[in-house]
């Protein structure tokens, strides 16, 4: 009796561990996501109120560009590194090998995107948006590229290891550094849209070099045949990967593109209050999403299916009920907090966010487990399903903002965000129902 007993305590104590260090996960998760949309929210405000609508408007449409630029100039490798890491995180030799490999693809990766960039800026500032001065901003987001490709590999590394507190700490501290250094351009050297744009550069720059250094142990120079065998593994999950993370950018970012090019940048400014008050609603199931995806890796690698689908239904039902109760309170005091935060031009924004709202409310919920398919091995999937929703999205946004203006664009995401939720949960039910 002394042995079973002494047994099931330890038993109880590892169960208790496990939990434990869940629940530590998340909080250093959302502690990371939590920092960077809080300082995301206060630099809006701060620049809303320095540059206002129309500078504010610029930024969003160089920030909007540089959001999108990431996901293809790390091409997935991060996310890649976070499934396969999880996988063979017992066999240090395999995963010095992925991550060595992730290293070399991602500079190579983020340099052609921003060579691309940085050859297309004066089309895509003067051609397309009609803002000439976008285009020396533009060029300083190319040089950024390779270093957030080096970036978000080591962070899909550490998220793969499940190392959520130096996740959380390298994402604290670039956020807490452009903010810091944004401020310093714009109020204290009046440098304008240009020092905001400087703000974030030189942050990614220098949090790319100490990333670098953070894998030094990690790295190892693979022979070439090893190089290109793994680097046709990752990249062929990348490829699906990054296309579907941009997919669900285009989905809740083709809209302030989109007014930018048929509106003047004061409305994309109106547009941007409306949309960073919005991120509130996806700032806890982001960070829960940072636990389940390598989850839910781990344990369709064990074949343990009945604990996915307990933790995609708890996890989605727990969300929705946090995210309802946020609604309201936006519903009913989110015109005071528009007007407070920013100041009374922004007061437009209003309405554009009451819609946005319905949208996101739903999609929230999917969001903390949005990583599902790339966890269970089909990426494919995730993109073809979220490219049917983005092209709607596109097509609704090209219709109705000409028409209906910023109404007309937050329609046309919270639809699409809504049928993008509608898709994705009916085939997550279809194959949890087959394991």
């Given at each position: 009796m002394f042995f079973i007993n002494k047994f099931v305590n330890a038993r109880?104590?590892?169960?208790?561990?496990?939990?434990?260090?869940?629940?530590?996960?998340?909080q250093?998760?959302?502690?990371?996501?939590?920092?960077?949309?809080?300082?995301?929210?206060?630099?809006?405000?701060a620049l809303g109120k320095e540059l206002g609508p129309s500078g504010l408007g610029t930024y969003t449409l160089v920030f909007t560009i540089y959001i999108l630029?990431?996901?293809?100039?790390?091409?997935?490798?991060?996310?890649?590194?976070?499934?396969y890491i999880a996988k063979y995180k017992n066999d240090t030799s395999k995963s010095k090998e992925y991550i060595s490999s992730?290293?070399?693809?991602?500079?190579?990766?983020?340099?052609?995107?921003?060579?691309?960039?940085?050859?297309?800026?004066?089309?895509?500032s003067i051609s397309f948006f009609h803002?000439?001065?976008?285009?020396?901003?533009?060029?300083?987001?190319?040089?950024?590229?390779?270093?957030?490709?080096i970036q978000k590999v080591t962070l899909g590394t550490l998220n793969g290891f499940q190392k959520m507190n130096h996740f959380a700490m390298i994402n604290i501290l670039q956020n807490t550094l452009v903010f810091l250094i944004s401020i310093f351009f714009?109020?204290?050297?009046?440098?304008?849209?240009?020092?905001?744009?400087?703000?974030?550069a030189v942050p990614t720059v220098m949090i790319g070099f100490m990333a670098l250094l953070y894998l030094r142990k990690l790295f190892s120079l693979p022979s070439r045949i090893l190089l290109v065998n793994v680097l046709k593994e990752i990249t062929w999950f990348g490829f699906y990967l990054v296309l579907g993370n941009s997919i669900n950018m285009i989905n809740t970012q083709i809209g302030s593109l989109l007014i930018g090019r048929f509106m003047s940048d004061t409305d994309v400014g109106y547009y941007a209050t409306a949309v960073v008050i919005m991120q509130g609603i996806t700032l806890l199931p982001s960070a829960v999403q940072q636990v389940t995806t390598p989850a839910i890796a781990t344990y369709y690698g064990k074949k343990e299916y009945s604990n996915i689908k307990k933790l995609v239904y708890a996890t989605m039902l727990k969300i929705f009920l946090i995210e309802f109760t946020f609604l309201i309170f936006l519903a009913i005091f989110g015109k005071y907090i528009i007007v407070i935060l920013f100041s009374e031009k922004f007061a437009p924004a209003y309405v554009p966010m009451l819609v946005l709202s319905l949208g996101y409310l739903m999609y929230a919920p999917w969001v903390s487990i949005g990583a599902i398919f790339a966890s269970i091995g089909k990426v494919n999937l995730s993109f073809k399903l979220n490219g049917f929703c983005a092209v709607l999205n596109i097509i609704l946004n090209i219709l109705l903002i000409p028409k209906f203006g910023l109404i007309g664009a937050a329609s046309a995401t919270t639809f699409s965000l809504i049928l993008t939720l509608i898709i994705n949960l009916y085939f997550v039910i279809r194959y949890i129902r087959n394991y």
């Amino acid at each position: 009796m002394f042995f079973i007993n002494k047994f099931v305590n330890a038993r109880q104590y590892i169960l208790n561990y496990r939990a434990n260090k869940a629940i530590r996960d998340v909080q250093w998760s959302f502690l990371s996501i939590a920092t960077s949309s809080l300082a995301h929210l206060l630099l809006r405000i701060a620049l809303g109120k320095e540059l206002g609508p129309s500078g504010l408007g610029t930024y969003t449409l160089v920030f909007t560009i540089y959001i999108l630029g990431t996901e293809f100039a790390a091409f997935g490798y991060g996310s890649a590194l976070t499934n396969y890491i999880a996988k063979y995180k017992n066999d240090t030799s395999k995963s010095k090998e992925y991550i060595s490999s992730g290293v070399i693809g991602s500079i190579v990766s983020g340099s052609i995107i921003g060579i691309i960039l940085y050859s297309f800026s004066e089309f895509i500032s003067i051609s397309f948006f009609h803002t000439p001065e976008m285009v020396a901003l533009l060029r300083i987001t190319a040089v950024c590229f390779p270093f957030i490709a080096i970036q978000k590999v080591t962070l899909g590394t550490l998220n793969g290891f499940q190392k959520m507190n130096h996740f959380a700490m390298i994402n604290i501290l670039q956020n807490t550094l452009v903010f810091l250094i944004s401020i310093f351009f714009v109020f204290f050297l009046k440098m304008g849209v240009t020092g905001a744009v400087i703000g974030f550069a030189v942050p990614t720059v220098m949090i790319g070099f100490m990333a670098l250094l953070y894998l030094r142990k990690l790295f190892s120079l693979p022979s070439r045949i090893l190089l290109v065998n793994v680097l046709k593994e990752i990249t062929w999950f990348g490829f699906y990967l990054v296309l579907g993370n941009s997919i669900n950018m285009i989905n809740t970012q083709i809209g302030s593109l989109l007014i930018g090019r048929f509106m003047s940048d004061t409305d994309v400014g109106y547009y941007a209050t409306a949309v960073v008050i919005m991120q509130g609603i996806t700032l806890l199931p982001s960070a829960v999403q940072q636990v389940t995806t390598p989850a839910i890796a781990t344990y369709y690698g064990k074949k343990e299916y009945s604990n996915i689908k307990k933790l995609v239904y708890a996890t989605m039902l727990k969300i929705f009920l946090i995210e309802f109760t946020f609604l309201i309170f936006l519903a009913i005091f989110g015109k005071y907090i528009i007007v407070i935060l920013f100041s009374e031009k922004f007061a437009p924004a209003y309405v554009p966010m009451l819609v946005l709202s319905l949208g996101y409310l739903m999609y929230a919920p999917w969001v903390s487990i949005g990583a599902i398919f790339a966890s269970i091995g089909k990426v494919n999937l995730s993109f073809k399903l979220n490219g049917f929703c983005a092209v709607l999205n596109i097509i609704l946004n090209i219709l109705l903002i000409p028409k209906f203006g910023l109404i007309g664009a937050a329609s046309a995401t919270t639809f699409s965000l809504i049928l993008t939720l509608i898709i994705n949960l009916y085939f997550v039910i279809r194959y949890i129902r087959n394991y």
